[in-house]
């Protein structure tokens, strides 16, 4: 009697978020030359969330309103997903996901219109097809763009606006000069909006190069590019957002809108967002003892993941309320009114050597 009403109250007083991502694989069909799938191999943990497993969340989402279906892999290949759409739907919620294009046939592009999935998110590396190719190796930009061409017609047959039309663009050294052709395809797509990331987890030193922050000599050429393109997908009313490309020492913020969302990983932990994700950081197979690492600022750190519970042994509300959770967010909802000194001494190592909080 005492765990049923405890549940009541759970479900009655959850948090109210702007978004919960669920990671609902680890898998992958690419291999994109920056990501974890690609430079840890077999120290990635390859598993599909559990349709069981992501039930135990939904009576937690009363307040919350978008489930983003999304981690580091691709969500197209758990074959659970479209359950897990439906039954998001079913409660209301708002739906998206982030697919790198390469699964978008006719029959699942009908069970996302279908479905009224309301966001879709395409990663795109490049504008052209020998530029995106190199560097999400395993996908094809032409046939990507064949498929949103699919989507764009299968929805107008339908007479659907959903799903939205989303593109996020990566911002390396060797394609930034293509971002501004993204606007007219983005335009031809009926996309509704352009989002930009930097290469924050940089897992390979050889990768450095191709972070536009550290590369400061050309700052103000990448600042006033992103400016004018941003201008000119506003004209077309496409929202065009971005962070960066300029690191901010003295941030005490975080890109991760850590404060108001989360991730559940693929085996039921909440994580304040991905890159504290335990499944990257398991040890090498040889029985070593040598932790998987990153570079941040020239200096090689080991990846440290943790997390404030799991859904599979106790409800998200009281994870969410967990004292040591709430002094988490606490940091980055309050960090302007502390002292520097003070925010940084109680930042975890991890958040602390993060470029997602010095590119807030």
């Known amino acids: 009697m005492f765990r049923w009403f405890k549940t009541q109250l759970d479900k009655i007083n959850s948090p109210k978020l702007d978004w919960i991502q669920v990671e609902v694989t680890t898998c992958c069909n ?3 030359i920056y990501c974890p799938h690609t430079l840890m ?15 135990k969340l939904i009576p937690f989402i009363r307040y ?24 998001c739907k079913d409660n209301g919620k708002s739906v998206g996901l982030t697919t790198n294009g390469m699964l978008l046939s006719e029959e699942i592009i009908r069970k996302l219109i279908d479905l009224k999935v309301d966001i879709l998110g395409i990663s795109l590396a490049g504008t052209r097809a020998t530029t995106h190719n190199k560097i999400r190796q395993g996908t094809d930009f032409n046939e990507i763009i064949s498929n949103l061409d699919k989507l764009s017609a299968m929805k107008c047959e339908a007479g659907s606006h ?10 390396l050294t060797s394609n930034f000069h293509e971002i501004r052709e993204i606007v007219p395809i983005a335009k031809r797509l009926g996309v509704r909006q352009i989002i930009l990331s930097n290469l924050s987890l940089i897992l390979d030193p050889e990768l450095c190069s191709e972070a536009v922050f550290n590369d400061s000599d050309r700052a103000d050429y990448y600042s006033k590019s992103l400016e004018t393109t941003k201008a000119l997908a506003e004209r077309e009313g496409i929202v065009f957002e971005y962070n960066g490309p300029v690191l901010n020492d003295s941030s005490q913020h975080c890109t ?21 994700n335990p499944l990257l950081c398991t040890y090498l197979d040889s029985g070593g003892k040598e932790p998987a690492g990153y570079v941040f600022k020239n200096e090689s750190y ?3 993941g943790f997390s404030f519970g799991n859904i599979r042994h106790d409800s998200f509300t009281h994870i969410w309320q967990d004292p040591r959770y709430a002094a988490f967010r606490d940091l980055f909802k309050y960090g302007a009114l502390m002292e520097s000194g003070y925010f940084m001494s109680e930042l975890p190592n991890r958040c602390m050597n993060c470029y997602k909080r010095l590119l807030a």
Not at 64 to 87: S, V
Not at 162 to 171: C, G, K, N, R
Not at 260 to 271: K, M, T, Y
């Open 256 to 276: 991760e809108n850590v404060c108001n969302s989360c991730v559940i990983n693929a085996e039921g932990e909440v994580l304040p967002c991905v890159f504290l």
């Open 30 to 32: 690419s291999s994109c």
């Open 162 to 171: 959903v799903p939205a039309l989303h593109l996020a663009y990566i911002m």
């Open 64 to 87: 919350t309103k978008l489930i983003y279906l999304q981690g580091w892999g691709e969500p197209l290949l758990n074959q659970e997903i479209f359950e897990m759409i439906r039954i």
């Open 302 to 304: 080991p990846l440290e």
């Open 41 to 55: 191999g077999s120290r990635l943990k390859n598993m599909h969330m559990s349709l069981d497993l992501f039930l």
